[in-house]
């Protein structure tokens, strides 16, 4: 079923909280908004958060001869998305699987979606490095990956966990995209400063050390933080905050990669 996909993207976090999620989905909305057919899989099967991200939350996934369709996000169909979450019957619904489960379903996720063409696939996967990330290698074995984007905080204690996360890349031979720092400060709604509340410049100084590129510094910026749950393009809405920015720049580094 990934065929027809021309270049597969995993978004990593070492640990959770750090917005990765978000960052996934307003990278594929940032893909979509500049045409290209994108498909966003979530395969965080504990921590499902795509469908409420994008306002998916009461959408049916449907299954037809080539397997399961995807849930798109408008006419248009620019943008297909695939999660657990479509499968539950609300939000507080638990997800209870041991190890092979959880290898079952993300196995069906990259095997049984009926993606058709897209230009990108982004897949969110869980933060660590465990079975979930062990089954998605295997299953691209055969077909490949363009790379990883790394995410993380500025804090001492996650970028620690994504050290982890860069010797799981380079042991299991994922090419490192880039590492992006997320809530690097925080923007004032009403005067745009910027202040550091934890700290800045971790993920810059991560990215030397692992001599992988550093691909932008996201401050937390309320304004962003309200386009959750609307399924809505932060370039499109915000177009001259520093987000907006950092995802165009994404968007050109992975154009060029993929060329």
């Known amino acids: 079923m990934l065929d027809k996909v021309k270049h597969i993207i995993l978004v990593l976090s070492g640990k959770g909280g750090v917005g990765k999620s978000t960052v996934?989905?307003?990278?594929?909305?940032?893909?979509?908004?500049a045409d290209h057919k994108v498909g966003l899989l979530d395969i965080d099967l504990c921590g499902p958060?795509?469908?409420?991200?994008?306002?998916l939350e009461d959408r049916d996934v449907h299954q037809c001869d080539e397997g399961w369709v995807p849930v798109y996000?408008?006419?248009?169909?620019r943008l297909a998305v695939m999660s657990i979450g479509f499968l539950l019957k609300n939000r507080s619904d638990a997800v209870i699987w041991r190890g092979p489960k959880k290898t079952a379903m993300i196995k069906q996720f990259l095997e049984d979606v009926n993606w058709d063409e897209l230009d990108y696939l982004i897949i969110d996967t869980p933060p660590g490095t465990s079975d979930e990330h062990i089954t998605?290698?295997?299953?691209?074995?055969?077909?490949?990956?363009?790379?990883?984007?790394?995410?993380?905080?500025?804090?001492?204690?996650?970028l620690e966990d994504v050290r982890k996360e860069v010797t799981f890349c380079k042991k299991t031979g994922i090419p490192i995209l880039g590492i992006v720092e997320n809530m690097s400060g925080f923007v004032c709604?009403?005067?745009?400063?910027?202040?550091n509340i934890f700290s800045s410049g971790?993920?810059?100084?991560?990215?030397?050390?692992?001599?992988?590129?550093?691909l932008g510094t996201l401050p937390i910026d309320p304004r962003v933080g309200e386009l959750a749950g609307t399924g809505k393009a932060c370039v499109k809405e915000l177009p001259d905050c520093t987000t907006s920015e950092v995802l165009r720049e994404l968007v050109r580094t992975l154009t060029t990669v993929g060329q």
């Open 24 to 33: 996934s989905t307003q990278l594929a909305l940032t893909l979509a908004e």
């Open 49 to 55: 958060s795509v469908p409420y991200l994008l306002g």
């Open 73 to 77: 996000t408008s006419a248009e169909k």
């Open 136 to 158: 998605v290698m295997e299953c691209l074995k055969t077909i490949g990956t363009e790379g990883a984007i790394i995410v993380t905080t500025p804090q001492e204690m996650a």
């Open 189 to 195: 709604p009403n005067c745009a400063e910027c202040t």
């Open 202 to 214: 971790g993920g810059h100084s991560l990215a030397e050390l692992a001599k992988v590129p550093h």
